[in-house]
């Protein structure tokens, strides 16, 4: 129970790779305020699991690109477990679509673009406010951010080097005040993402192309989460950590 008694917030907290963050930060005690947008159902799935496994949770809807529901989210969890906050993990963002130059206009670029970053600079404008020295953040970047990203990804890639590189100016930011700023850039996990944006024989072959010879699971990114979070990890910020199964090395 490394987190015992703690109090998190995970944005994207209901599915995939942010629903298992939410579960994992419980198991290891933390209170969790679990955010989601709009598939509720995703959100109370994920609070039932929780609260099966005796741990303690809220669930909060909110687009967390807009400043007035991150506030929310911040209240609403202060609401149920305090005015402290010890973790802030970011998971939102999402491709959208792949298009290559020729086929994107600025709206298209503007929305990536917004989608990946915003919610970054929002939330930890909330939260950071109400963290103490020891609190840790820990923003979801990606192996796009580091490589340009697959066809079609150019603008997601870019949105996740500047979380990437966002993360490094805060964690120099926020060191003096004893509040550690970190990022993982997850490869190849299997999540709805990839069902959606990556066809099959693409997955094949990545996973295949990794040393490991497989795609990763969300539950391994959840527990370098849980890493990050900890005091185990106390003298790591500015990290950009990739969990990639070898795929590609920083």
Do not use: W
Not at 117 to 131: C, Q
Request: hydrophobic share 40%; glycine share 10%; net charge negative.
């Amino acid at each position: 129970m490394k987190l015992k008694d703690s109090v998190a917030i995970v944005t994207g907290g209901s599915r995939d790779i942010g629903r298992s963050v939410s579960v994992k930060l419980a198991r290891e005690g933390a209170k969790v305020a679990v955010n989601y947008f709009s598939d509720e159902k995703a959100g109370q799935d994920t609070l039932k699991q929780i609260q099966d496994e005796g741990g303690q949770a809220i669930l909060v809807k909110g687009d967390m690109t807009k400043e007035a529901d991150v506030a929310n989210l911040v209240a609403e969890t202060q609401a149920a477990f305090g005015n402290e906050i010890h973790t802030l993990v970011n998971v939102v963002g999402g491709l959208v679509a792949r298009k290559n130059l020729d086929e994107m206009d600025e709206d298209f670029f503007n929305k990536v673009m917004h989608l990946n970053l915003n919610p970054v600079f929002l939330s930890m404008k909330a939260v950071v406010p109400h963290m103490k020295e020891g609190a840790s953040v820990i923003n979801l970047s990606s192996q796009a951010g580091r490589d340009g990203g697959g066809p079609g990804a150019s603008v997601y890639a870019a949105s996740k080097g500047a979380v990437s590189t966002f993360t490094r100016g805060m964690a120099k930011e926020l060191g003096p005040r004893g509040i550690r700023v970190n990022a993982l850039c997850p490869g190849m996990i299997a999540t709805s993402f990839h069902d959606t944006f990556t066809k099959d024989e693409v997955r094949e072959k990545v996973a295949g192309s990794t040393p490991l010879r497989r795609q990763g699971h969300p539950d391994e990114v959840a527990d370098v989460v849980a890493y990050m979070a900890s005091e185990e990890s106390s003298f790591l910020t500015g990290v950009n950590l990739d969990v990639n199964g070898g795929l590609l090395f920083s």
